[in-house]
């Protein structure tokens, strides 16, 4: 849920801020006088923040001295009703800016009468007629747009506080926003006290509303909880909901959303409550949150799709604007926010976005893309909960982007998806996570919510490019359950041109430890990198593994021969998933190197396996069980192995380029020959690899990864002697 | 079939060409001696041409004072052998241009030694061991290839003409070029002698290495066909394969195609042969064929997909860059061309291309597209063949393409698409042609070549979006019985802001004439047109009549329930392409007025239809019966009905915007509220579509489209009276 029009979220410089008295002075939720007035002056001059106001002002404009709407609220996400209260806030919001930057009372005058209208409506609402969600809202559908509409009208409340009677003050206090804070904070109290991105937008509601109308009450519950207790409340989602490296546990496309109540509320206590230091909280935890999520987007600022997520979402969004102006003002000039606010092309108007916008017209040779590299994230408040491992390799729009999930469940927009990889390359997603089923907004499409294909399909872990034991979700689908463990990372190293990252799980299969590593190897002559990724799996009894391959793109050859489904098609299972995929083709006699090739974007990849006696594959497509048509029909292939121990060693390679207006392909092969695994026992797995020009060999530990530990084994021809974790051997 | 690296193609500068002996004097194919003194002079100062010169320098240099492979030919398109001999006449082409600016003679050895090895090879070749097709190549899989490889290597032997000594001329146009000139004109004399794209290539491989060799015999032949009658031959091409406004019988992917030999075999008679006055033959022709098929793109510059096409292709393509940059010298600066050199970054060396490259740097305000219009083609030599209509509205990115053909079958790559549809909305394509099943180039893809599934699925007519009678393709698939026939243009009428073309086929099926109005009437309040559709069939006995409706984007409503295939699915039919079609869903009973809702990149569509109580509809999609995973996976729905007199009566409404970053989706319904048929035999069709905002009215006449034939027609409750051959009443 988000802004339809451009946000002015403006910043007090930090120690030129004059307290006198929080509760008497206005504006000051979002900006003070003295940042109104410093506004004022640099709209003179800055093109950029002259054309935000603009436009702003034009869409105010449209609507002075006419009578605006407030329905009785009807319909879900996409729907009148939806649409117009979120238009209403939204112009609440920029009509206060308009009067503080204009002096324009009719701006004031319009913010007051839809106020007036509220003040009505609110206090008479019960739950709304299209709640599903268990934590329903009585504007909207859901209470996270309530909470949304408590944002904006709070900021617009406050820009106009001194206009407003004091007899105007209260009747608006007490029939728009009580009746709200109040169900907030009891009638969905619980909801309320979470640790959840929903809760963060709940506290900032209930705080810039208190820190608008003066009320102590209502800011202490959003610091600090509906009972005051610190168990929830603002703090405490800034101390639970982000790792010590700035992780946030729901993913980065939350982490996106999140980012606009986090930086709009501290911002605005930044302004009223000074002392609290706010943005230096456990060692500046927003600026960490910020640049961990840009480092999780793709080249094209897409965040990365894992857990709930709508691919289409880039850092262009509001959220980041405002997040990324506000950073550049608190946290100092950064030059590499830059090449973001460039994207964006806009900025807010506040102090911050004024001094990016002039920073962007006069910094030459902006780079194109965010300085991105590898990165490792832990996960949970304190780091001790898993992680996401972002390796890269390659320059510019060369970049590799090899992702790797070993992280806690991630709340309830969370996926089933332990030891989950996922491939970008030249921008492009090769190896994909679904993301969500979701057309956000779109009434049409069960109201904009997520639709019910993303728990059916979209979470399950058959929909991710890792195994799948028996064919069973982890944790059996239970997000109670997963929510109480998570995987860890075993041992890893990472250098200029290897990276390396092992991790373990044990727990989302009953007696099943599930190992995976990855070896990311820069190959000089192609400039890309080969991806060895070995996994292991160590049970008692037999069991059923699949490992999938999700791809976008086109199926190009395999070196294989297998069957097709020609004229008719059944699902893959029946469940957990498989009842969404359609058996396209499969195949039961492989070869022990058993490769398949695609196309994606101009590049072939190829994914070289190796396989058993036990080994099937399928050819798969989602699609199946879509009554409303609403999955993307994206093609898998699907590797089976049955065992008790069991591994997969795996070869994803990006090589050659095919230019179809040149009409030219190149290196259209795979380099791959051969492949082995040579030992594997629950202290030591090697394996090798053999390219058209190399052979590498890598062994590792797998129950010792001290550092220092010294190893040897004895292969049929040779000893492997080294220290550590792992060697790679050329 | 095309280059890989940058062609050089130079021109005379008509009027001060000096022909004092053509037979002597050279280089003379591509450029004279004053072209390469030009391009010297310009080279110094122009900075697009000398970016060309020296990423060719640089490509040539690599091989100077090496070995350059000449195999024995063995591989299909994308495999060694085939890559090779390509590479290998550009880089003789390249090399023996860097000779003439260079003066270095270790260019023209280079080009030489090549040469002596084909001259030894060529004499020894028997048909390719890949050959499949009717027209086998030698060097290559097929003639194509084969020709050229005369048209590079005659410009190439041209090039280096004096360096070379009486005795390796001799050698060389003996060894390698007579038996490829000799295999062409005699023994695929009959494949030489056709009017087809690759006989304008065989005729400029063989007119050009006659320029080159000082051959009059093979140039004449080259004119005038193997037996110099004017029946085949360049001549009888531009005849023939051009109606009289330029529009290439095969479509627009292929005129592109031919514009390279056309263009540069044309160049090299102008300069060799000026009293031919080649360019300005049948009204400048070439002219009119390089404008036309550039008004058959979109905006991205991707040729309509009609016929056997390749949806990558654009006008960056080098046969596009050769001939404008030709084009711009003969027939004189044309502003038209600049938004497209401009896309396409490079010119030739040629002073074209540097003439082009100097407007490119020295014109403001370049416009960002082609000047697209509303325009309408004849087919066929004399006009007499039906045509294709190009209806557009809109401006710059917004614009509205609708494309509707009604032409004769286009030869070998024709497809069967009698009275087709296409829609292409602000750059998307939104009503599809699904173009040809290919990866050119591709050698793990059949070699590169067209795939069966281009004859099995792309060129059926149930692939189109027309009428499909009782489940069969027009002619019932019968290439050589669609050649003889044609649909026609019936009436029709262009203005601003109504666009009205109806056209008629009688002879795709027996006893059955298919008649298909369109209007497209631009809708101020939305800047968006609604296009209204009315397919009127008649025929005496009862058929089955399916009309698709291929769409590229994503389903998001219907206004009727429907039965899906969740677990199992079935083929649409077993024959004439049905066989490809995954059935996945399907409804019986239809409300009156019918619509269902696209999303497209951003914009929604409605396709609202009138349904009878004979009307069916089938969602299907695409890739059923493919064992290699070739088809793309594109949706469909399509409405059946039955009867014998039929009409099917379409709105097509693109409608409102989602924008998923700011998640806001606006007009997301259809203004359509009611549509209906209120009269129709062989004289009349009245029919109106009412929306939130109007009521349009529409009445034909089917028989009589004089423009001042005076009609009336009486209704329940009115009277229509009209002169001409329609009227819309608002």
Same mark, same amino acid.
């Given at each position: 849920m988000l802004l339809k029009l451009k946000i002015f979220l403006l910043l007090?410089?930090? %120690?030129?801020?004059?307290?006198?008295?929080?509760?008497?002075?206005?504006p000051?939720a979002f900006a003070?006088?003295?940042?109104i007035?410093?506004i004022?002056?640099?709209l003179?001059?800055n093109a950029l923040l002259k054309e935000s106001y603009n436009e702003i002002k034009k869409s105010v404009d449209e609507w002075l001295d006419k009578?605006v709407d407030v329905p009785?609220?009807?319909?879900?996400a996409g729907g009148y009703t939806h649409d117009k209260h979120k238009a209403n806030y939204t112009l609440m919001f920029n009509s206060g800016m308009m009067y503080q930057l204009t002096?324009d009372?009719r701006y004031a005058k319009l913010v007051k009468d839809i106020f007036?209208?509220y003040?009505?409506?609110?206090?008479?609402?019960?739950?709304?007629?299209?709640?599903?969600? @268990?934590?329903?809202? !009585?504007i909207f559908?859901?209470?996270l747009n309530d909470a949304n509409w408590l944002v904006y009208t709070g900021m617009a409340f406050d820009l106009i506080?001194?206009?407003?009677?004091?007899?105007?003050?209260?009747?608006?206090?007490?029939?728009?926003?009580?009746?709200?804070?109040?169900?907030?904070?009891?009638?969905?109290?619980?909801?309320?006290? /979470?640790?959840?991105?929903?809760?963060?937008w709940?506290?900032a509601g209930?705080?810039i509303?208190?820190?608008?109308?003066?009320?102590?009450?209502?800011?202490?519950?959003? /610091?600090?909880?509906?009972?005051?207790?610190?168990?929830?409340?603002? $703090?405490?989602?800034?101390?639970?909901?982000?790792?010590?490296?700035?992780?946030?546990?729901?993913?980065?496309?939350?982490?996106r959303y999140?980012l606009l109540p986090?930086y709009t509320?501290?911002n605005s206590?930044?302004?009223?409550?000074?002392? /609290?230091?706010?943005?230096?909280?456990?060692?500046?935890?927003?600026?960490?949150?910020?640049?961990?999520?840009?480092?999780?987007?793709?080249?094209?600022?897409?965040?990365? @799709?894992?857990?709930?997520?709508?691919?289409e979402k880039t850092f262009v969004s509001n959220e980041i604007v405002n997040a990324i102006n506000i950073?550049?003002?608190?946290?100092?000039?950064?030059?590499?926010?830059?090449?973001?606010a &460039?994207a964006q092309g806009r900025v807010t108007l506040s102090?911050g976005g004024a001094?990016i916008a002039?920073?962007?017209?006069?910094?030459?040779?902006?780079?194109?893309?965010?300085?991105?590299?590898?990165?490792?994230?832990?996960?949970?408040?304190?780091?001790?909960?898993?992680?996401?491992?972002?390796? !890269?390799? %390659?320059?510019?729009?060369? /970049?590799?982007?090899?992702?790797? &999930?070993?992280?806690?469940?991630?709340?309830?927009?969370?996926?089933?998806?332990?030891?989950?990889?996922?491939?970008?390359?030249?921008?492009?997603?090769?190896?994909?996570?679904?993301?969500?089923?979701?057309?956000i907004n779109i009434?049409?499409?069960?109201?904009g919510?997520?639709?019910?294909?993303?728990?059916?399909?979209? @979470?399950?872990?058959?929909?991710?490019?890792?195994?799948?034991?028996?064919?069973?979700?982890?944790?059996?689908?239970?997000?109670?359950?997963?929510?109480?463990?998570?995987?860890?990372?075993?041992?890893?190293?990472?250098?200029?041109?290897?990276?390396?990252?092992?991790?373990?799980?044990?727990?989302?299969?009953?007696?099943?430890?599930?190992?995976?590593?990855?070896?990311?190897?820069? $190959?000089?002559?192609?400039?890309?990198?080969?991806?060895?990724?070995?996994?292991?799996?160590?049970?008692?009894?037999?069991?059923?593994?699949?490992?999938?391959?999700?791809?976008?793109?086109?199926?190009?050859?395999?070196?294989?021969?297998?069957?097709?489904?020609?004229?008719?098609?059944?699902?893959? %299972?029946?469940?957990?998933?498989?009842?969404?995929?359609?058996?396209?083709?499969?195949?039961?006699?492989?070869?022990?190197?058993?490769?398949?090739?695609?196309?994606?974007?101009?590049?072939?990849?190829?994914?070289?396996?190796?396989?058993?006696?036990?080994?099937? $594959?399928?050819?798969?497509?989602?699609?199946?069980?879509?009554?409303?048509?609403?999955? !993307?029909?994206?093609?898998?292939?699907?590797?089976?192995?049955? %065992?008790?121990?069991?591994?997969?060693?795996?070869?994803?390679? @990006?090589?050659?380029?095919?230019?179809?207006?040149?009409?030219?392909?190149?290196?259209?092969?795979?380099?791959?020959?051969?492949?082995?695994?040579?030992?594997?026992?629950?202290?030591?797995?090697?394996?090798?690899?053999?390219?058209?020009?190399?052979?590498?060999?890598?062994?590792?530990?797998?129950?010792?990864?001290?550092?220092?530990?010294?190893?040897?084994?004895?292969?049929?021809?040779? $000893?492997?002697?080294?220290?550590?974790?792992?060697?790679?051997?050329?």
């Amino acid at each position: 849920m988000l802004l339809k029009l451009k946000i002015f979220l403006l910043l007090i410089v930090c %120690g030129v801020c004059i307290n006198v008295n929080a509760q008497t002075q206005h504006p000051i939720a979002f900006a003070t006088k003295a940042d109104i007035e410093y506004i004022k002056a640099n709209l003179k001059t800055n093109a950029l923040l002259k054309e935000s106001y603009n436009e702003i002002k034009k869409s105010v404009d449209e609507w002075l001295d006419k009578d605006v709407d407030v329905p009785f609220p009807k319909d879900a996400a996409g729907g009148y009703t939806h649409d117009k209260h979120k238009a209403n806030y939204t112009l609440m919001f920029n009509s206060g800016m308009m009067y503080q930057l204009t002096g324009d009372v009719r701006y004031a005058k319009l913010v007051k009468d839809i106020f007036i209208k509220y003040a009505a409506l609110n206090p008479t609402l019960k739950n709304h007629p299209q709640a599903t969600s @268990s934590s329903p809202g !009585r504007i909207f559908w859901q209470a996270l747009n309530d909470a949304n509409w408590l944002v904006y009208t709070g900021m617009a409340f406050d820009l106009i506080h001194d206009y407003l009677t004091p007899q105007e003050r209260k009747q608006i206090a007490e029939g728009a926003f009580k009746p709200e804070v109040d169900f907030f904070t009891h009638d969905l109290k619980n909801w309320f006290n /979470l640790i959840h991105n929903h809760a963060v937008w709940a506290c900032a509601g209930v705080g810039i509303v208190g820190i608008a109308t003066d009320n102590k009450d209502y800011v202490d519950m959003a /610091l600090y909880g509906a009972d005051k207790d610190k168990k929830a409340g603002f $703090i405490a989602h800034l101390d639970g909901l982000f790792s010590p490296d700035g992780y946030y546990t729901e993913g980065p496309y939350y982490v996106r959303y999140a980012l606009l109540p986090f930086y709009t509320f501290a911002n605005s206590l930044n302004n009223a409550k000074p002392e /609290l230091k706010i943005f230096q909280h456990r060692n500046s935890i927003l600026k960490k949150a910020l640049d961990g999520g840009l480092q999780q987007t793709n080249l094209n600022g897409g965040f990365f @799709s894992y857990n709930d997520a709508l691919k289409e979402k880039t850092f262009v969004s509001n959220e980041i604007v405002n997040a990324i102006n506000i950073a550049w003002q608190v946290y100092g000039a950064n030059k590499d926010y830059l090449s973001v606010a &460039k994207a964006q092309g806009r900025v807010t108007l506040s102090r911050g976005g004024a001094s990016i916008a002039t920073a962007l017209s006069t910094t030459k040779n902006i780079p194109q893309y965010y300085p991105y590299k590898t990165i490792e994230f832990t996960d949970g408040a304190a780091g001790k909960n898993g992680g996401v491992s972002v390796l !890269r390799s %390659g320059k510019g729009n060369n /970049l590799t982007t090899l992702i790797y &999930k070993y992280s806690s469940h991630g709340l309830s927009h969370g996926h089933y998806d332990k030891l989950n990889i996922n491939l970008f390359d030249n921008g492009n997603e090769v190896l994909e996570d679904y993301g969500a089923a979701r057309y956000i907004n779109i009434e049409q499409k069960w109201g904009g919510r997520y639709l019910p294909e993303t728990k059916s399909y979209a @979470s399950t872990t058959i929909a991710h490019n890792t195994v799948v034991v028996d064919g069973k979700s982890d944790y059996n689908g239970s997000e109670d359950e997963s929510e109480k463990h998570n995987a860890f990372r075993v041992f890893g190293g990472i250098n200029d041109s290897v990276k390396v990252v092992c991790a373990k799980d044990t727990t989302a299969y009953n007696n099943t430890v599930l190992q995976r590593s990855i070896y990311m190897i820069d $190959i000089k002559e192609t400039g890309k990198p080969l991806i060895i990724d070995f996994f292991k799996i160590t049970a008692e009894t037999q069991h059923q593994y699949d490992l999938p391959f999700h791809y976008l793109g086109t199926f190009i050859s395999s070196n294989f021969k297998y069957n097709s489904f020609l004229t008719k098609q059944e699902t893959l %299972g029946s469940k957990n998933g498989y009842q969404h995929l359609w058996k396209e083709g499969d195949a039961t006699k492989l070869p022990q190197l058993s490769q398949i090739t695609l196309l994606n974007n101009g590049t072939f990849y190829t994914v070289s396996s190796v396989a058993d006696d036990s080994t099937k $594959i399928f050819f798969a497509r989602v699609g199946a069980n879509d009554p409303n048509f609403n999955l !993307r029909h994206d093609p898998t292939f699907i590797y089976r192995k049955n %065992g008790s121990n069991q591994t997969f060693l795996n070869v994803i390679e @990006s090589h050659g380029k095919f230019d179809p207006i040149a009409e030219v392909s190149t290196r259209a092969y795979s380099s791959v020959k051969k492949m082995e695994v040579l030992y594997n026992d629950d202290a030591y797995s090697v394996f090798t690899v053999t390219t058209a020009t190399r052979k590498i060999t890598i062994a590792q530990s797998n129950n010792n990864n001290n550092s220092n530990a010294q190893h040897s084994i004895k292969l049929n021809d040779s $000893i492997i002697e080294w220290k550590g974790a792992y060697t790679i051997i050329f």
